[in-house]
């Protein structure tokens, strides 16, 4: 965004003492010029990034940061500002200013291999810095070999040379440059697109394990937020299969660590299969939509679960790992390349095992055993009956056509009803005081059973007037026993509609032969059902940004890496004398020691030695005390 | 003459007020320092009210019985990460009393003492009172209160109403703003109105609001001012009542912590378990299997027991956990803690057997991080070093210099000591949260003014960047103590993105806070009129001070320009989008751009002087809200940097 200058404006600034007499111009075109002038500096490109920052201030704090929008606010933002029209008139014209402001760099940059910029006037020699004249007595045959030797382009005319050399550094600004003309295009052009529904931004994918879908959804507004009711549909030519969500969570904590959801996918034009995993760090492009792991839900509802399954070497009993799944699902053990599927959760149902190369054929398969697994029931006493008969019910609400009541006020036949919740299972069990009666009442679970021991009331209750079913009327004695060993797991006093608690170990009585399969599979928990959220994105012009960038990393290792420098002579025939010009860009001074080593270069190629006179840069005293050792040296 | 020697006089009287001042700040910042971050990270309950602290069960010998028997060993899982007893324990008493410790005890006591032996401390006053409301209700005195004081307090109940009805009102308001911004954005959006909101003809005729809004603000429209006033007046009422409503939910949070301490001391790493967590003691397993191990003499050691026990039985670990359990209750119990020792050792031979257990390393590692606070002594450090280095502006003495140069480069080993401890105990770079980014921001920051100074040689870079780095650092121990933990690292913060990314904006907002620093003393110089703010001749001219400015703003502008892009990298991976106009990569945009244009005047166009130095200033506001503001500031509101909830 500079201009050239290569101390030839110096000599024309002390030379010219008036502008060659130019035709008149019209007041409109000099006022056409003007506006020309203006448009196409450096003050009105930054003029016009000031105008983008404000922007880019009011779009953040009046819309996308703002809590007036709730949800909506990163849409609006969007659709308001960052992606309307005027946005991108405005980015527009900083594009085309950018371009104009930038073509005279440009043109140079394009020009700079034939670039020929012969000194003729003795004055430039004689300017202070990066100049010198040599006496060549034996000719310049010597000196143009080291020239060509030197620099990467040296010209001759008549008695003028230039060389310059590090011409990528003239080049990388305009590469630069055009690095951001490459992303400004892309800019404006995914405006328009998105503007016109062929850039998808905010495609969502939500589905449950197990669940399979062959759509999407998209917003219907784009300056509103995803929502239930700001959704269309979209198909996609695959069969998408969720088959497992994985949640870690850090130990002790409800943060996760890690989440991933694995997909099987199916072409529905080649049938081909697919399994594949992505999770929040990583995304998986499918057909031509990028899909990213942009959150999850937990389904609560212990109607819908999967279960935890035990994978273990057979030989050796180690676990590979736990893994959840659910009937039908094929879900990835752990990190290994393994994928088990099961049939059930019971001992005795089928498993099998596939790797990523055998999709369709299983390499192992066996039957599920049964081991121990930790689980939790639940209960309160719903109701009491202190004498506790069943007639027959005045409504059929029950199949039965009977009802429970009870026949008096006296414990005389007491009862509870038990409402529990045992490893996710709803359920209510009848339980008497009397022993005979308990022993004849159906099992309450497969897993636990509940005993009424004792009923606690106050000493001075009195049976006519005492109302059981209000809380703190009577205390019941409820010990809960799980059935597979047997033992008694808890003891607990509860008032009415008390909740208690109860941790338990369930084992199996089923036992099942494993054969010779070379894994151990066993059901081992109940674990509650997610849903994976999945934003899918089809960006067309992003190669185009990664494009644009990696121009301007090359043009900045070129414009940072490399060096100009060119150098102007003038050859003296009459005095055998070069008279040379050193200059890097911009009229700034050559590095000293650069310089040094050059003009040795020409004195060596100059034989025999000749008398040299140079003044360079800065420090004039060492320079002209090393020419003249380097002088006294050869001779 | 005489002028001469008044404006002599003038300046001489300047240098005292110069001297003074620098002696005055040095002083402050050396002693206010730690006593901020003390008061702000807690520090101990001040011993102003005996009679209150009569109350606090103490016993000097048992907390040192409890330090030779090795309780600071044991490891504690909180919150995802393993703490050692101590930090957790430290951790648990700043959440029940806002304080790291009480009555100047060592908090192993303290929370052992609450957990075994809840009895004595339910009438000790160490919980704080955070209204004046809540003690005008519950009819109490003074700030501090104990256990029963809350619980069996028959105005409890007034209480908790109370505190509902501010909460209902906190709710409906919440309601309220909800549908009033329905309303507006229905208004601003201009969704036409005949007479209720029901045609709807914006842009394109598509709607501007999904129909459920439109329809709800519809409800409300024709009533709008009497929903303003309602919003207006409950906003009063809601605003005033938060501080109440946050010293109940406090109180209440801090009264269920007393109670569910026992639960949250989980010492062991759950046999079971197989996502990792860890359990408290099972606390009926020792006696129980005791009571075996005594009829069955052959199977009279723990790991007989655990065998014999089949295969649901509990592990060595967990009866040794049982044991420990049994071994500190009965310490308190009895007031003799000299059991505890063979307990714990025993415990701990058998911790290390488990693999989820942290090395003994670690444990150490973490004791002396936590309790060496490296931060707060780089701080003072860098206080010492700006100091010496203001000495050395006075009086251009170059021993001042050297002086101050050795201290900053010791509290720069400090500093970068710490960071690598904490580097090794997290297992990322520290940049994943608020403290280690304020801290990693100093510490760039500081290494790069360190390198200039060390070169140059001059004094004012040794300057700008300790006090740049005392500031930052004052900052980042004032924050409160849970902010500055150790931590787990966040889901979508699990990437070598992190590493790259965050640092390289992290570096560049330090070096831009250095160009700040010397674009500001500038500024301050111009303003002032002098080229020395202290002394006669400068340490750097004005012109100096502003290309200076200028350099490192070019270090730190191509930093800046590869973070953002690498940070579009990385939101593509996470997030599905390079670029989504969300708010903090809005504002990163924002500073680039002002930067360029600052770059840009200055190189081409040669704008220098006090427009530059100013431009730099601008451009360092900019990166103090991008990197904090969006965060922190009122008007800023959501965004995907605030790493929310990761459910939809």
Known sequence: MGTESNGTAEIDAASDNGAASQPPQSNLDRGMNKIWKAFTSLKMGLFLLSVIAAVCVY????????????????????????????????????????????????????????????????????????????????????IRAVLRQDFTRTHEDGNAFFAHKG??????????????????????????????????????????????????????????????????????????????????????????????????????????????????????????????????????????????????????????????????TRVQVGDEDLFLEVDGENPGDSWRLYSSATPLQPFAEGRLIATPRDATVTYHVHKFYPDFRVREAATNENDSGLEPFSASNVPKNPAVLISWNADGIPGEAWVFLDKQLAAAMPEHDETIQFVLEDIQIPADADFETLDWNEPGAARFVLSVTNRSTGETIERDILDIEEDGEADYTIVPQTQVDTGDAPYIVAAVERVPLYGTNLSVVREPVVPFYILGVAIIAIGATMTFMTRYRALHGLWEEETRTLHVAYVPRFGKEPDPADFQRLIRKLEDASNPPPETRASSTGDAETESAETERETAGVA | ???????????????????????????????????????????????????????????????????????????????????????????????????????????????????????????????????????????????WVSPLDIVENPKFMDLQAEYDAAKLDAEEYADLIDLLRAVMQAKKLGVERDGVFESVSTRQGKPALDPSTISRAARYDNDLAGLQAREKLLGAKVKESKPFR????????????????????????????????????????????????????????????????????????????????????????????????????????FAAKSRAYPSDTYRNLLNFYVFSHPYKIAALLYGIAAALFGLFAFFKAAPWRIAGTTVLIVGFLVQTAAMGLRFYLSGHVPVSNMFESITFTAWAALGVGLVIELVKRQGIFGLATACAGMLALIGANMMPLHDTRLHPLRAVLNSIWLNIHVTMMLISYGVFM????????????????????????????????????????????????????????????????????????????????????????????????????????????????????VSYLPWFAGGLHTYASPTV
Request: hydrophobic share 45%; net charge negative; charged share 20%.
């Open chain 1, 167 to 328: 011409l990528l550094q003239r080049i990388g600004p305009t590469v630069i440059h055009t690095g951001i003309v490459v992303i400004l295009i892309a800019g404006l052009v995914r405006i328009v697109m998105e503007r016109n529904g062929l850039i998808l931004s905010e495609g969502r994918f939500f589905a449950q394990e197990g669940q399979t879908l062959s759509n999407i959804y998209a917003p219907r507004f784009m300056d509103q937020a995803v929502s239930a009711t700001n959704l269309r549909e979209l198909s996609v030519p695959f069969d998408i299969k969720v088959l497992d969500f994985d949640e870690v969570l850090h130990p002790n904590s409800n943060q996760p660590e890690y989440f991933s959801t694995l997909l099987q996918v199916r072409d529905k034009a080649t049938g081909n299969v697919r399994v594949a995993k992505l999770d929040m760090n990583h995304s998986l492009r499918i057909g031509n939509l990028e899909y990213h792991q942009a959150g999850y839900f937990k389904i609560d509802d212990p109607g819908f679960y999967r279960v935890n399954f035990d994978v273990r070497d057979a030989v050796t009993g180690e676990r590979i790992a736990v893994t959840d799944a659910g009937p039908g």
């Open chain 2, 1 to 143: 003459m005489k002028t001469q020697s008044s404006m002599t006089l003038t300046f001489g009287a300047d240098m005292k007020t110069s001297i003074l001042l620098t002696t005055l700040i040095s002083a402050v910042l050396l002693f206010a320092a730690p006593a901020a971050s003390r008061a702000a990270t807690g520090g101990a309950l001040s011993d102003d009210d005996s009679s209150r602290l009569s109350t606090i069960p103490h016993s000097p010998e048992f907390e040192e019985a409890l330090r030779e028997a090795g309780a600071h060993r044991l490891a504690v899982r909180h919150e995802g990460w393993n703490e050692t007893l101590p930090s957790w324990a430290r951790l648990k008493i700043y959440e029940l009393t806002g304080r790291t410790e009480i009555k100047g005890q060592d908090p192993i006591f303290t929370v052992l003492s609450i957990i075994y032996e809840p009895s004595r401390w339910s009438r000790a006053k160490f919980l704080p009172i955070e209204h004046p409301r809540i003690a005008e209700i519950m009819g109490l005195e003074g700030k």
């Open chain 2, 246 to 349: 946050k010293a109940t939910e406090m109180l209440f949070h801090r009264v269920g912590l007393i109670l569910d301490l026992p639960e949250q001391f989980t010492i062991i790493p759950d046999p079971g378990a197989t996502d990792g967590s860890w359990i408290a003691a099972p606390r009926e397993l020792g006696s129980r299997f005791r009571d075996q191990a005594s009829a069955s003499p052959a199977a009279a050691t723990i790991e007989n027991v655990a065998l014999k026990s089949g295969f649901a039985g509990p592990t060595p670990l967990e009866l040794a956990a049982a044991d420990l359990d049994e071994a500190f209750a009965l310490a308190f119990l009895d007031d003799d803690p000299s059991g505890l020792d063979n307990a714990i050792d025993e415990f701990l031979t």
């Open chain 2, 514 to 629: 250095i160009s700040a620093v010397f674009a500001a003393i500038y500024l301050i110089k111009k303003l002032a009129g002098r080229e020395a703010l202290f002394g006669g001749k400068p340490l750097m001219t004005l012109d100096q001070t502003e290309e200076f400015a200028y350099r490192l703003v070019q270090l730190g502008w191509p930093l800046l320009t590869v973070g953002i892009m690498l940070g579009a990298v990385w939101a593509d991976t996470a997030w599905g989008r390079y670029w989504g106009w969300d708010p903090k990569e809005t504002w990163a945009l924002i500073t680039w751009i002002v930067y360029t244009i600052y770059l840009h005047s200055r190189m081409v166009m040669g704008w220098k002087g006090w427009v530059s130095a100013l431009a730099c200033l601008i451009g360092f506001l900019m990166v103090m809200v991008t990197w904090l503001g």
């Open chain 1, 59 to 142: 779009g953040t704090m009046h819309y996308a940061a703002s809590s007036d929008w709730g949800d909506n606010a990163i849409p609006l933002a969007k659709a308001r500002v960052f992606n309307a029209w005027w946005f991108f008139w405005l980015l527009g014209i900083f594009f085309l200013q950018f371009v104009i402001s930038t073509w005279p760099v440009t043109k140079m940059s394009a020009r700079i291999w034939w670039k020929r910029d012969f000194q003729r006037d003795p004055r430039f020699y004689r300017l202070p810095r990066g100049r010198a004249s040599l006496k060549v007595p034996s000719g310049l045959e010597h």
